[in-house]
Every structure is written in structure tokens, then in C-alpha cells.
């Protein structure tokens, strides 16, 4: 008999913005060989009912915890699956997975442990409303509950200087419910008032809401928990449809002369 | 009987890096209900075989006329998807076609145009070493045939400034072979020489190749055309793993005083 410890493994998947149609066949395919599923409760709520795994559902708070509890089940045989939305990578559970194995149980190094990757949601908001994305861009994480807020306002000015498109994960929460307004504040003096920044809320499930608005009315209200926030650059152009929104997208070329 | 324009459509999709696992359900069902399919050669090649939809295969450098062709093609009434390896709207097909739409004929914005979102190149190489981008990062298309090069080498510094994790785009290729060295001595006068720098190579495929090495000797040789190149933060760390390659993560945390 082979040793069972030998066949577990940590499995970390991202499972889209929501629709099942955005699950990639190879995460599908972690889902079905997992014992157990790990994850916060929203999410492991996404996966398939099937019978047969154990399914560790936990607050959305406790991910390093979370993330020890799958290393300790895969060290004793089982086979782990931690399921995120969007990308697992992304500002998501598998920088904590590896948070926990540096410095964790030096044996948890030998473990099989893959992460397999995600539609993210700024891939997927930037698609529902053409190319934001098109050109350079950063994504920053507008939380500051593992960073100082300090970080945040010198990388959002230095991504205007530069010129990046700017994706704001984590806008707001009922703990944090001014940074963003904030933000707008700080592009605000470097980005023009026809700026388009896009709101893109629960992207791909029932209660999707897309709005695209210029920079010098956006209303960081707008945003929730479920909001991802798209600030284009300075060459970010829309298209007017009648009777559908806007195209948003932003031109491959730069020319080499800034426009007046 | 219904007036076949308006069945017309053109949805562009992303392949992901390579592996078939890896293209969503979503994009599976646009590809078998194209009867046309327009993209580059080696992206076109990768649609699984079915009999029914017309080729259009074109030569990378005429993303601009192929985006014409997909529309003219939709708004004769043809069911259109043009294939774009990756996510289509980073640094690919989706921008292109916006871009066509804008400058092209007014009846354009009226037919279905749709963008898929895919696996992106940063997402599947960062999957491969861990969880690099877990924490804030850009990405920068260091190609210089559409952009000044002097914004690309401002970008660079600010992004350096910013200590983003930095994702580099077609970082290489026969008309420019010198843009990732002078990058790379860009960021080796901001970062450690011990920073990691990921060079991804044709993930997910046979020929995959995957190496993090530390920036003070990185080597732009290494990188060519299906290499996506990650650059650390500050923050960035590798944990060594015996016989197996090393994993590389961004923790989620960055402390209110820098490190000395």
C-alpha cells in the first residue's frame, strides 16, 4: 500500500467572476478530484454540489488561517482545493497559501501545491465593455488593511504620472468607506474630467451593473464589496451607441508627441 | 424571413497561454457558433478542427485590417469570432477592433461586437511559480512600434518608484532586441540585485520553460517572442524547494516602515 500522505496535495483555484461558463475546464477538474474544499463561504458556495468532499467554509477575514487549515489536510492525505473568485493570484488566496508554507511547517515545502489560473475581475469587466485594458495599466488594491494608506495615495499618483490605466480592486467596505472618493480626489489633479472610469459591479451574475462615467463626475458611492473600478489613461477613449452604453477602450498607439 | 444582417456578430475571444484546458466554456460556445474565424495564423490554428467555418488567417503585424475584415464580414450578416491568445484586451485583438470601429464606418457601432475575456499570459505564468501578483503590480507592453521608447523608460521608473511587481509584455523580438536589457538596467538602479525576475516561456505548452533567476543577473537573452517577464517588488520572495524549482510570492502585507 502506497503511503496516503504521499497522494495529497493543495490545489488553489480561481473561479471566475461568477458565471460558470468563465471556469476554466482545468479548474473544473481540480473541483472534481478534491476531498475537501476550502474557502470562504460565498465562494465554496459556487462550487457544484456533488457527493463526497468535505466542504471548510470560513469568514472572508481568517485567509491565512484558512490557508493552514488546506496545508495541514493536504500534509495528512487529502486532496485540497482552496477556491477564490476571479484569479487566485490576484489580491487572493494564493499569496496566503505561500505566506503560510514560508512560514509554516518546513515539510508543507515538499507538498504537491499548484495554483491554477482565473478569469480575473478586471479581465472581465475590462471584456464587458470593450478594451480598457488595451494598453499599459497597473491594478492596485484600494484596501489598506495590510498596507498604509500613505502606499496607496503614492502608487495612485504615480500611476497618473505615468499614465497607466488604472484598475482599483477593493474599492470600498463598510469599514473603508472613504478611501475611494479619495482616489478620485488624488487622479482628479492629474487626469482630465472626461477621464472615463468605469464601475463594474457583480460582472457575469444576475445582479450586474456596468456604469461608465467621466472621472470628474464619478461618485465613489457608486461603488461596493463587489465593484471593481476602472480609471482609463489620458488616450482612454469611448464610443457613443444609440440606445446600448458606451464602448470603453484605449488605443494601442501612443503617438510620440503628447496631445495638446 | 429575418434579414440575415442582423444575425451578424463579431466576438472576440481569448485563447488563453496555449493548453485547451485553459479556453472557457464561454469562448468554446463563440468558436462553435463562428462561421467565420479571423486571427493570426498561429492563434487561428489552435480552434479545434470542426467543418462549417471559413479561415481568415492573416499575418501578425495587420491587426488593423483584420479587424476591418471581421467587421465587414458581421455586418454582411456573417456570425464572426476573432482569436486572440491570452485575454484579448491585454496588449492583443479587442483594442484593435475598438479601434477599427472608432474610424470605421458609423453603421459599425450598431452590430453585436463582444470581447470574451481569456486567460492572460501574467495570469498563467504567475500561476506557474506561485503567486507573484499578489500584491500590487502593472504590466507594460515594452514593444516601442506603437509608443515612444521614452515613455516606456518613464513607465519603467515610475513603476520602479511605485515598488509595483512589473509584468512585461513582448519583451523581445528580431526588430528589438535591446529593449529588455535596457529595462533591466532601469530597475537594477531601484531594485535588489537579489529582486526575482520570472521569464515565462510558451506556458502551458510542450515547449514551456519557466526560470527565476535574480535581477543582478538577468540576462534579456533568455526572454524571446512567448516570453512574459515578471519583475518582483521589493516585497517579492522566493522559497526554496528541494529538487523542485523554487516558488515566488508577493505577500499581501507591506509594513507601515519600508524594511531597512
Redesign the interface.
Known sequence: MSDTREQGFVIVVGL?PG????????AS?ALAAATDLVGYATYVARVPERPGPTRHISDNRE?IDRARHALTLAASGRRVVVVSSG?????AM??????A??EGDPAW??LD????????AM??A???V????????????LSDN???WG?VE??LA??A????VITLYNPVSKARPWQLGRAFEILRTVRAPETPVIFATAVSDARERIDTVPLGKAVAERADMRTLVIVGSSRT?T????GKPP?V??????P?EPSP
Chains 1, 2 share one sequence.
Open positions: 471566475g458565471d460558470k461558463n468563465l471556469i476554466t475546464p482545468e477538474a485567509e484569479d487566485p493570484g490576484v489580491f494564493a499569496a496566503a497559501v505561500f505566506e508554507i514560508d515545502r515538499a501545491i499548484r495554483v491554477l489560473p482565473g478569469i480575473s479581465l472581465s475590462a471584456a464587458r470593450g478594451a480598457p485594458l488595451g494598453h499599459d495599466f497597473c491594478a492596485i488594491n495590510l498596507k498604509p502606499l503614492k502608487r504615480l500611476a504620472e505615468a499614465d497607466f477613449r464610443i457613443a451607441r444609440e464602448f477602450y484605449t488605443p494601442r498607439k501612443t510620440a
